[in-house]
């Protein structure tokens, strides 16, 4: 390597050490937190809305939430088992087919079952009635003053 070489190497170098000086005193250091793991509690839930033989059933419930990376906080898990119970009707055979039909819908919750011989439809059905029974409610006040004031158009011109 002629003497050109090596000064022109040399001249590199020392800019190099210059470069890397300037952007370590240009960067300030800061030193983060290294991350914790955090580790969550899972507390209990409280069973003692349910009958015995339905908490098998809501573990696996639990475990299939847990799968999909979801949870119960208390007062959701008190509101879970209050519509188990009610979709149910407190049957342990009807509780099984909602919670294996939500949990094969790849569903967040749960839902009543919709068979023909189970009344799952009774809101429906209610909502159905109390319409009808408003409609002849209504019809039948019209009628009344209809009464009303025909019979008052007698009174006022005797016809």
Known sequence: MTEYEKGYL?????????????????KPKIECPKPTAIIKKEEPYD???????FI????????YKKER?????????????KKLLQYSDSNLETAKQIVEK???????????????????NRS??????NKQRKIEQHMQERAALRYQSSSFEESLFGC
């Open 10 to 26: 040399a001249g590199y170098e020392a800019a190099k050490k210059e470069i890397r000086a300037f952007i370590t005193r240009s």
């Open 47 to 53: 069973y003692s809305l349910l009958p015995r033989e």
């Open 56 to 63: 098998p059933l809501v573990e696996v419930w639990l475990q």
């Open 69 to 81: 990376r979801e949870s119960y906080k208390k007062t959701g898990f008190k509101a879970f088992c």
């Open 102 to 120: 939500s949990m094969a819908s790849n569903w967040a919750g749960i839902f009543p079952l919709k068979n023909k011989n189970n009344e799952s």
């Open 124 to 129: 429906s059905d209610d909502r159905k009635l």
